[in-house]
C-alpha cells in the first residue's frame, strides 16, 4: 500500500516554538511521516524519530538515507530513556509529539482504526505487539467495555452500545470494523446521528488499546530528567482528554509550591522546572483548518525548561 499523504499540522508554529538549529537535539517522539522531522532537519538540527508504527519507521529509514542528521527509533514514547541510549544521546534539547493518528493511518484498512471502512479489529500502533481491539472486547464485561466508551470516548450512549455489543459477542466473536460499527448503529435511538458516535467509540477503542493517555502521562514524567536546561517542549493534541492532561502538567510543573489552596505554609517543596510558552492552547489558522480538516481540532501547547 502507498500511505495518503500526511500534512503537518502547525508546523510554523511547532518548528519556532521548538527553537531548533544547528547543534540543537531534537527528539520527534511521533515521527510519522516525518512532515514535522523534516522541518526540523531544515533548521539544521539532529533529530531522533520515534514511532510504533512499522510504517512510519520504514519512513523514517528511507529519510536517514538522505539526511546523516536524521536517528530512528522504533518504539513508544513513553520510554524516551531507551529511545536515548539506542540512540547514543546522552539528554536532548527538544521534544515534540503530535499525538494521535496519522492520515494515512486512518486510510489503511488493515490497521482497523476507522469505521469507514472494513478491516480487522485490530487499531493498535504497533501491529506487533498488545492486545487488540477485538481481544479486548472479547476479554472484557459489559460493565467495563461501558466504562471504556464513557472514559475515553465521553460518549453518553456507552451503557446502550456495551449491551449491544454484548448480546452480538454471544453469536459470534467481534473481529471487524464493520462487525463494532452495526452494533453501535444497532444502538442508537431513531434520530440520533451515528457518525459522531462512531467516532468518538473508534477514539475510546484506540486510546484503550494503546494506553495513549498512560504513555503520554510517563513520558511527561521522564522531561526533567531527558531535556536539557533550555529544552523545549511541544504537544499537539487532538482531544480534550489529552490537551487536559499537558495543561495540568505544565500548569503544576510551573509552579513553586502545589501544596492544596488551604495549606497556610508550603510544605510540598516543590519547585518550579518549566516556564510555559503558550498562554493558551494555539490553534490552526482559519486558512490552515480550511485547507487542512485534521488541524481543527488541533491543540498546541509549549513550555521550556528551566
Ligand atoms: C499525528 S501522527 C504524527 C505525524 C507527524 N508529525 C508527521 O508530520 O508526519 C502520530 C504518530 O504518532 C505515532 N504514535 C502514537 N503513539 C505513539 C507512542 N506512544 N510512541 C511512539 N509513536 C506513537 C503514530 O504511530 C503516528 O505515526
Redesign the pocket.
Known amino acids: 500500500m502507498t500511505p495518503a499523504p ?1 500534512v ?2 502547525l508546523r510554523e508554529e511547532t518548528l519556532g516554538l521548538l527553537n531548533a538549529g544547528p547543534g540543537r537535539r531534537v527528539i ?10 523534516a522541518g526540523l532537519l531544515e533548521t539544521g538540527a539532529d533529530v531522533l524519530g ?4 512499522a510504517v ?1 519507521q520504514k519512513a523514517c529509514r528511507e529519510m536517514a538515507g538522505r539526511h546523516p542528521r536524521l536517528i530512528c527509533h522504533h ?4 520510554d524516551l530513556d531507551g529511545a536515548l541510549r539506542a540512540a547514543g544521546w546522552d539528554g536532548a534539547d527538544g521534544l ?1 509529539l ?5 492520515s494515512w ?1 486512518l486510510d489503511d484498512p488493515a490497521k482497523g482504526f476507522s469505521y469507514r471502512a472494513d478491516g480487522p479489529l485490530d487499531l493498535r ?1 504497533d501491529q506487533t505487539r498488545g492486545e487488540t481491539a477485538a481481544e479486548l472486547l472479547a476479554r472484557l464485561d459489559e460493565v467495563a467495555i461501558a466504562d471504556l466508551v464513557w472514559r475515553w470516548g465521553e460518549e453518553r450512549g456507552s451503557r446502550h452500545i456495551a449491551r449491544e455489543l454484548v448480546r452480538r459477542r454471544l453469536e459470534a466473536p467481534l473481529l471487524t470494523t464493520t462487525q463494532v460499527r452495526e452494533a453501535v448503529q444497532a444502538s442508537l435511538p431513531r434520530g440520533v446521528k451515528a457518525e459522531p458516535v462512531l467516532s468518538r467509540v473508534f477514539q475510546a477503542l484506540r486510546i484503550a488499546v ?1 494506553d ?1 493517555l498512560g ?1 503520554l502521562a510517563e513520558v511527561l514524567a521522564s522531561l526533567e530528567r531527558v531535556l536539557r536546561p533550555g529544552g523545549r517542549l511541544v504537544v499537539i493534541s487532538y482531544h480534550s482528554l489529552e490537551d487536559r492532561l499537558v495543561k495540568r502538567f505544565i500548569d503544576r510543573e510551573r509552579r513553586d509550591c502545589v501544596c492544596p489552596p488551604e495549606t497556610p505554609v508550603c510544605v510540598c517543596r516543590h519547585k518550579a522546572w518549566l516556564r510555559p510558552l503558550t498562554r493558551k492552547a494555539v490553534i490552526a489558522s482559519a486558512e490552515e483548518q480550511y485547507d487542512n480538516a485534521r488541524s481543527r481540532s488541533a491543540r498546541l501547547r509549549a513550555a521550556e525548561i528551566i
Open positions: 500526511h503537518p499540522v520527534d517522539g511521533t515521527f510519522g511521516f516525518g512532515g514535522h522531522a520515534i514511532d510504533l508504527d512510519a518504539g513508544s514514547f513513553r515534540l503530535d499525538l494521535g493518528v496519522s493511518q500502533f494503546n495513549e504513555a
